[in-house]
């Protein structure tokens, strides 16, 4: 028995010491992968592949120290810029691709090396699956990163400007601004839509943008604006020397006719152009308000649904109930019925349609109202955008951007203006809306305005000044507290270029008693003079007040 039972006793230690054995390698060779698939190189030199192995982790070392001194002794603002840099892009994109295509070689070559030899299938798959997820949580970001990369090169590329007769001649893109202490964007809504003929852009805001604090100054202008010159060194100045003034509808002589109208008027202007209608609007708006207007951004209202919807909403304080998919009947000084409200109340998270509802909605209002409701969502979108929202919804912002934004920023200066948007959100934000006490502090109306004054109010408006204790806040006439007041002699409320043509008509409603169908009372004493009530001897209707303040 025991000379039976010494060699079969010996053979089952012999093969519980070699299944111990092959356990042991195979629990070594799946740690080694694991962390080699992590950190290129260290599989390698276990598995005896030292003078590669070392190579590898040396360049790996060297790169992440690279990559984190970059990144810690440049400035954030510099970085983010390069996101508007399409050769840098390029670059970026392609070392994300290399370097994802090396780590996955280098993950399958430590997996090889690593791998004992006679190993059973199921345990080989076993391997693998630890390379693929070991080295996805690497490679997948590299990828998405890529991705992003690439869908930002293409954006900018997009939606960067043409040739244009009103940009002005940048000297040296890596200092813009040095000639530029204030820099004038114009924004405009585009109401571009099924059934519309041709462009009409019923938002015009100029954002002046102070280019060494980023403090901001929005300025709403009246659609209605007439007979406004053109600057002199335009050439519609010499072919409307009296002003844009004509014959037949005032709607086509108004200032947001003008991307339309001049073009077709004045072809030879324009030729080789990429958005005559923009350079039309911009000499139009500098001739309104005597300054120079840099560049243009235009906005699809329609596509600005998605924008919104990309960021994921927006934050507004609602004043009143807002109607919903409503509009003015011609002639009839009523709506039709609204299919719903925005509802009053503060901090209101507002998606996509009601965001542009609340920024379009005249019914029961008037375009100065809404001229102040379209700053403050400019504002929220402003305080909305962040580098973690952008990263977690890039694709939807970047698809949104590419259908619904047109410029004439030329590709070069991208980088700039995205590192003087940062400075925009840290500095100040101020609203001024040229409403009816706007005009009527200078003794006009917005369908007629003197010029000159004007342009010497603006310019005081703009230039830096020191703090004025004695002025009180600007008057919110404009904002959506208030009920408006009448039509001022010139305007057209009912004009069919309303922008809200478009909108779905419904059943009629009649104007409450005392009011008409904007909701203005029909006594209001003051809604062709100026008005003389308690307020206006606290406020200053032609000073700009912090957005916040009105919104």
Not at 132 to 138: D, E, G, K, T
Request: glycine residues 10%.
């Amino acid at each position: 028995m025991s000379r039976a039972g010494g060699p079969r006793g010996s053979r089952r230690a012999r093969l519980e010491s070699r299944r111990h054995e092959r356990t042991q390698r195979y629990g070594r060779f799946i740690r080694w992968t694991a962390v080699g698939s992590l950190i290129p190189g260290v599989g390698l030199i276990a598995a005896g592949k030292r003078r590669i192995g070392t190579f590898l982790l040396v360049m790996f070392i060297l790169a992440m120290f690279g990559v984190g001194a970059v990144v810690a002794l440049t400035p954030s603002g510099r970085l983010l810029s390069y996101s508007g840099d399409r050769q840098m892009l390029l670059v970026i994109g392609v070392a994300l691709v290399t370097a994802a295509i090396i780590w996955l070689i280098v993950a399958l070559a430590t997996h090889r090396a690593l791998e004992p030899i006679g190993l059973p299938a199921g345990k080989r798959l076993g391997g693998a699956l630890v390379v693929v997820v070991i080295a996805s949580l690497v490679v997948a970001p590299m990828s998405l990163g890529a991705r992003n990369v690439f869908t930002q090169r293409d954006v900018i590329g997009a939606i960067s400007g043409g040739h244009s007769n009103t940009t002005p001649d940048i000297k040296d893109s890596s200092d813009p601004w040095a000639d530029i202490p204030q820099l004038n964007l114009l924004l405009l809504g585009s109401d571009a839509g099924d059934g519309r003929d041709g462009i009409r852009p019923d938002t015009l805001i100029v954002a002046s943008i102070d280019t060494h604090s980023g403090d901001t100054t929005m300025i709403s202008v009246p659609r209605n604006l007439r007979s406004f010159p053109f600057p002199d060194d335009s050439p519609l100045a010499e072919r409307y020397p009296n002003g844009f003034r004509g014959e037949g509808d005032a709607g086509e002589w108004m200032i947001n006719a003008t991307y339309r109208n001049i073009p077709a008027l004045q072809p030879d202007v324009f030729e080789g152009v990429e958005n005559p209608g923009a350079d039309a609007t911009k000499w139009a708006v500098e001739g309104a308000l005597g300054i120079d207007i840099d560049y243009f951004v235009m906005v699809n209202l329609d596509g600005f649904m998605a924008l919104v919807d990309a960021l994921g909403g927006v934050t507004l304080d609602v004043p009143r109930d807002i109607p919903i998919g409503n509009k003015e009947i011609p002639g009839t000084g009523g709506c039709t019925q609204a299919r719903g409200y925005i509802h009053a109340g503060d901090a209101q998270r507002l998606n996509g349609s009601q965001a542009l509802w609340f920024a379009r909605s005249r019914c029961g209002s008037d375009d100065y109202d809404r001229m102040a409701r379209q700053q403050c969502v400019l504002g929220a979108i402003v305080d909305e955008i962040d580098p973690r929202t952008v990263l977690v919804k890039y694709q939807e912002l970047a698809s949104a951007t590419v259908d619904i934004i047109q410029t004439d920023v030329p590709e070069e200066l991208f980088p700039a203006l995205i590192e003087l948007a940062i400075q925009v959100q840290r500095g100040t934000l101020e609203s001024l809306t040229l409403d009816r006490d706007f005009f009527n502090s200078m003794g006009a109306t917005s369908a007629d305005p003197n010029y000159d004054i004007l342009h010497t109010r603006i310019g005081e408006i703009l230039a830096p000044s020191e703090p004025d204790d004695e002025s009180g806040p600007a008057d919110d006439s404009g904002s959506a507290d208030d009920p408006p007041a009448d039509s001022e002699p010139g305007e057209n409320p009912d004009d069919p270029t309303d922008d809200t043509a478009d909108e779905p008509a419904g059943d009629t409603y009649e104007a409450a008693p005392g009011t008409s169908g904007n909701g203005v009372t029909d006594d209001d004493p003051g809604a062709d003079t100026p008005s003389d009530d308690a307020d206006n001897d606290e406020v200053a209707p032609d000073q700009p007040v912090e957005t916040d303040d009105v919104c």
